[in-house]
Structures are given as C-alpha cells and as structure tokens.
C-alpha cells in the first residue's frame, strides 16, 4: 500500500477541526551571525503558545530544494510535491484568477518583438521591452475580439504583468504534450509548436493556426507584434483532500495564486473583504462552523521577504501575534502554523532552508521552549522531515485516523 | 519526477567551489562509555569551524547496513547508493588501479588448490594457503605470459594481495551475468561458469574456455593450482556528476580504490605526489581554479580504525587539524568534512554508525557547538538523513540550483 491508498483507508470524519497557518516564506537565516524575523519580533502570543506546541522542521520537496508556491503549498496540504506537477501555464492562470476547467490547456504567453528577415520571423525582443501593464491590457482586448475560436476550440487573452498574459483553450481531444515556443535566445527565430507526446496532433494544429492567427492581428505594430508561447499545461489530476483524507477543507486567502492552488485540491475558497490579516481572521471566524480543515495563507511575510526587508517580514510576524488570541478563541482542535518555503530577507527570494513548524494540539509533547524560531525549530521534537508528513500528523491529532492494520 | 530528474533540470554551473573532505571511517563509538576519537584527538581548528557550522549525521544505505567503500563513497557522491551497485570485480579492480573501459568485464580471482577425484576436480584449498603475494605476482606474470586471448577476447591478469587477483576481459558482446565458480566449501568441485541471464552466452563460453586453459597452465603445480572466479561485472552505468548535478569535479585520493570510485562518477583524477595529507592539501591549493567540485579522500583515519588503533586513528584526524587552516585560506564557498562510513576502533571493521557532518557555508544556522564529535553531530541541526542528501545542500548553499516548479 502507498501513502495515499492509506490514507483513503484509515482516515474517517469527524466534527474536530484542523487550522493550518500558512504565514507564505516565514523560514529565515542569521547570515553571518544575524539574527532571523523570528528571532526579532515581539510575538508574546506565538512564544507563549510555542512552549505548550511541538516545534519541528520540515523540508517542502527535497534537501536543498527551493520550492516554488505550487510544490511548496501542495506539501503542505498532503501531496508528495514531485508526484503532482503543476505546469507554468496553469500556476500563471491561478494567479491571475482565471477559473480552469480540468481539460482546459493553460498556456503563459510573452509578447514579443519580431522582424521579418527573408521571409522568416526572428525575435528581436523575447519581452518586447517590457510592455507597460495597460498595453498588454490593450492588446489582450484586441486579441479577444478578433480571435475568439480555433475550430471548435474556444480561446481566450487574459492580460497578467508588462509583457505577460495567459492563453486558455478550451474544446475537445486537446491532450498531450507540445513544446514552448520560445527559443530563449534573440535572433533565433520562434520555435513552431512541436509535440512532444503522440496525442498531441490536435493541440499541436490548433497551437499552430492560433500563432498565425496572432501574428495577422499584432503585425502592423512595430513591437510587440508576436507572441511566444511557454509552459503549455492542463490542471494535474490530483485527488481532492475530501477524497484522500475525508476532509471538508476551505481557504482564506487574498491572492489569486493561492486560492487557485488551494481549489486544485479540492478546497471550497472563501472570498476575504479586505487584504489585512484581520479581514481575513474575521472570515474566518465567519466560516468557523462549516468546515474541518482551514487553510488560512499570510502573504506578506514572502512579498517583505522577496523585496529584501526585514523590517517588514518582522512587521507582519507581530501583526499576526496580535490576532493570535482571536484564533485562539475559536479552539481550534489542531493548530499548525509554518510555511511553504523559507523566503530569507537576505536571499531576497525562496531557499532551500527547512520551514519552521509550530504544532499544536493538546496531544503534544511540549517544547518548553521560551520562543518560535527556526533554531528552536531545527532543535525540535515533532518528528516529521517532509512538509506533506505534517497532513497525517494533523489528522492524528484530531482524531480523524483509525488504527492502521490489526 | 524522480530525485534525480529533479536535479538534472534544476542545477547550473556557476564558479562556486564545493569541498567535500572525506575522512575514511571517521564515526567512532564510546564503547562501554569510553570516548570516540573525535572526542580524544586534540583538534582546535575543526572544533571552532564546528561552531560556525551546521553539524550533523547520515547513514549512508540504510539504518543499520553498514556500508563497502562503493556504497559510502556513490552515497556522498550525490547518488542512492542501493540504485547503482558496484561488482565486486570492478571494485577490486579499481582499488588495483586498473583502468576499466565501459564494457570491461572484471573479475576477482582466488588462487586455489584442487585436487583431481575420478576424473573430476575437487577444492581443497580455497585460498590456496594464502600464498604470499610475491607468488601471486609470478603466476599473474606467468598466465599473462600463456594466456593472452580466448578468441576474439583480450584477457589480463593482475595480482593483488595473497591469493587475491583480477582478470578483465575485453572484447566484444561480453553482455550478461554468470554466476561465481566458487563453490564456498571446500570438498565441493568448482563450479562451471553458468549463466544467468540469456545474452551472457558468449561470456559464459569465454569463461569456461579460460578457466580450462588456466588449469592447463597451473596443473603440474601442488597448491595454487586452479582459480575461482566471483563478482563477473562490469561498469555500472552511472550518470556522471556533471549530468546529473552540472559540476566539474575533481577527486584527490592517494589509494587506487577512491581514484576509481571518483572516475566512476566522471570525477577528473588528480595524481598526488606523496601519501601524507600536506601532500593532498598541496595538490588542492595547485588545482583549485581548475574546478567547482573537490573530493578530498583521507584514508588512514579508516587503516588505523581497521587496524583497532585508536591513537593512530586520533593522530590521523589531529595531522588534519593542523592543515585545516590553509584549506580554510582558499575560501571554499561550501566545506563539508565527513565520512563514507564509521570504522570504530574498537570494531576493527566498518560499521552502520552514522556518520558525522560538519556543514560550512555562510547560509548555515551555526551550530554554536564547542567542538566536532559524533554526540554533537547527533543532536546537530542539519536537516538530512541519508549521505547522498548532502549533495543537494552542497549545491543549494553554492547557489548551483534554481527553484522547483512555479
């Protein structure tokens, strides 16, 4: 038996509730000796309930594998993170919001700039300068209203940030596997769609006319007269939580990406009014009685660290300790907080470095320990190594696993 | 997608420089609450590295399997050591330093004694009374001489220790796997060459025709009069490390076996113009702008545990001590020192211990340890579990690898 295939066997419903904390690239690093945003805030609240809650450390996808949001969310939320691929162009359309359907074809597009050198195209500008956003919006426009099918495959432009956008299609027989498009140097000219995989013959036709078709409609311009098409995908099939671990699952989260990856898995989202942490506790709150599992996401902590400002990330970690007796006011039966990758102020962007975890439930053996940092973390007790391990300690201690074997 | 698909998609070259320092058998035990080496051996230089870095400890295999020389060393090479197994033919052949082509086959030779029953030969001796090796080397000598070719197949002899020698065959088509001809027991008859898989037909022939031409050449002799043949293997196909990992490695062994072990895995061979570790660290220093990637192998700390010398094994790691500092001068981006398996003095032999890890680079969490011994290393706070995760944390902390999925 797998993972997963027991899981589906042991696990069981119950009326025990589970809250998991996403607080989005909290792990940090003391460079050179430097503390870390865990070791400066003041979070009275989160040190406190530290002492009486398992502290761990769990890897998202591999030692010394930086996580993207997709592998590192899907850890979080049970999956093996290289069993279930999410593709460029379905992450991409997750942002922005775009509801896909399970056999849609989600592609990120880039325009680009193009010349025509004896009767062959070659890209001058793989960006096309980085167009402005409301370009792009302008464009995307101009393409939804001239072209909106290929044969019997419906399309459609949704504009994203400067150069990129998202291409969905939607119709019959579109499997398989077809190339990007992009040749990822200039001067080269842009690669045809080639399939990969031998059901890709009509994805790959459709591919074809649909760049023809662009290329009529944005040729008269000087740049940004072509597109190049990448990371070519439909939704994984990934089995939803209530069918793995019987669990009635929603998020409350702000950004697109989030609530996309969360509806992979099955979770019903909750639209949030607001873009504070309290906006999103109150909802919360709001919710509390129609669900057993809630994934609540903080972004900020990631955004402050991406940008490089400590200050900020430390900003977010006490804004959170000072709704933390809110949540605590529900009595929440499990209560994990941790995070889908370290995003360390330093590093201005996602690590490799194992995520703090901190595990609560009344089943747990205490850490004593006087704060929530990464080296109390590291030093902890909860004996997990993998972030989708936390899923089946999570039901364990809500009660929602039956003995496995007799 | 699997580990190591993972890592051939994710890692770039750069010109950060990984040194992986392997201490032969380092991991000792407190036999009966007495010290380890690491805790007797006066070493203050690797003591104030260990609190600065992460410690830690891996099990090369699996809990409890206490490794050869091929499975420790493919484990911190970057590899799952029980995905790639090793001959033992090729393995001795390595540690004689014989330069085995892909498509070798490489046996290991015992020189025997049989004697003739009804027209049949029995094993008398399987060792031949561990014949002195100067023997060894005259029969090696005299069958070279004799016995050059078996058909199409060139076939060479080299002698090792005692009864111990290698035969490699090269030609054509020598596919497949033949079993041993050592019957284990004395009083048994040899045992022919039999095939195990269908394409070792022309190998299987191949054998039994040399085996009868070696008894022709060994016949009139009293003791040593026949030879038994194990570990018929070849090259396993090992990715190199530039494949799978892009790192332009270079190994710097003094002993055959670990020159062979690192060609294995595409490691360029550095010759070392002396046998002491100043010698090794000499030869660093020389081609250190050459590579990204340095195997270091020191190798007495393992003689003196194989040996239960317990103060040659502790001298061993305090010689090290006092070079450390001018390996510290070439300013690795990344060091790790550890071993390929324990060899306690006490055990005269390798063990299933863990093996201890000291961790540098600048985006550790420092372990503020007061010294590097194995108890320290238990209670480390490097996030692994098994050698060959090394890798992947040499290369994140070198910034050799991208993010994993969007």
Redesign the interface.
């Known amino acids: 038996m797998n993972r997963e295939e027991i899981f589906k066997e042991i696990s069981i419903k119950n009326d025990k509730k589970i809250l998991l904390v996403v607080m989005d690239g909290l792990g940090d690093?003391?460079?050179?000796?430097g503390k870390t945003v865990l070791e400066i805030a003041h979070k009275p609240n989160l040190d406190a309930l530290a002492g009486i809650s398992e502290l761990g450390?769990v890897?998202p996808?591999?030692?010394?594998?930086?996580?993207?949001?997709?592998?590192g969310h899907l850890s979080l939320f049970g999956y093996e993170?290289?069993k279930y691929?999410?593709?460029?162009g379905v992450?991409?359309a997750l942002g922005l919001g775009i509801d896909l359907e399970p056999l849609d074809i989600a592609i990120r597009g880039n325009f680009c700039t193009v010349k025509e050198e004896n009767g062959k195209l070659i890209v001058v500008d793989r960006r096309a300068g980085r167009i402005p956003t409301e370009e792009n919006v302008e464009l995307c426009k101009l393409l939804s209203s001239k072209i909106k099918c290929i044969e019997d495959v419906e399309v459609s432009f949704t504009p994203g940030m400067e150069h990129r956008f998202v291409i969905v299609l939607r119709g019959e027989n579109l499997g398989g596997i077809v190339e990007d498009t992009d040749p990822q140097k200039e001067g080269l000219p842009p690669k045809d769609p080639i399939p990969v995989t031998e059901d890709a013959k009509k994805l790959t036709e459709i591919l074809k006319k649909l760049t023809a078709e662009i290329r009529e409609v944005l040729k008269s311009r000087k740049y940004a007269n072509f597109v190049l098409l990448r990371?070519i995908s439909r939704i994984p099939n990934i089995p939803s939580m209530e069918e793995l671990f019987k669990l009635n699952p929603c998020a409350i989260a702000v950004y697109p990406m989030y609530k996309g990856l969360a509806k992979l898995v099955g979770m019903k989202v909750i639209d949030v009014n607001g873009e504070t942490i309290s906006h999103e506790v109150e909802k919360l709150k709001e919710v509390w009685n129609e669900f057993d599992f809630f994934y609540l996401h903080i972004k900020k902590t990631d955004s402050y660290g991406e940008d490089g400002n400590l200050s900020g990330k430390v900003k977010v970690i006490e804004e959170f300790d000072r709704v933390l007796p809110e949540i605590l006011k529900l009595k929440p039966d499990v209560l994990v907080i941790t995070c889908d990758h370290s995003t360390?102020a330093i590093?201005k962007?996602?690590?490799?470095?194992?995520c703090p975890v901190l595990f609560y439930s009344p089943y747990v053996f205490p850490s004593g320990a006087d704060s929530f940092t990464?080296?109390n973390c590291?030093?902890g007790t909860l004996k997990v190594?993998y972030s989708y391990e936390l899923m089946g300690l999570m039901l364990a201690h809500s009660g929602k696993l039956i003995k496995f074997g007799a």
């Open positions: 690093i003391p460079y050179y000796h450390s890897i996808v591999l030692p010394g594998v930086t996580p993207g949001s997709g592998p993170p290289t691929e999410i593709g460029r992450l991409e990371g360390p590093l962007g996602h690590s490799w470095h194992p990464e080296k590291l030093r190594t």
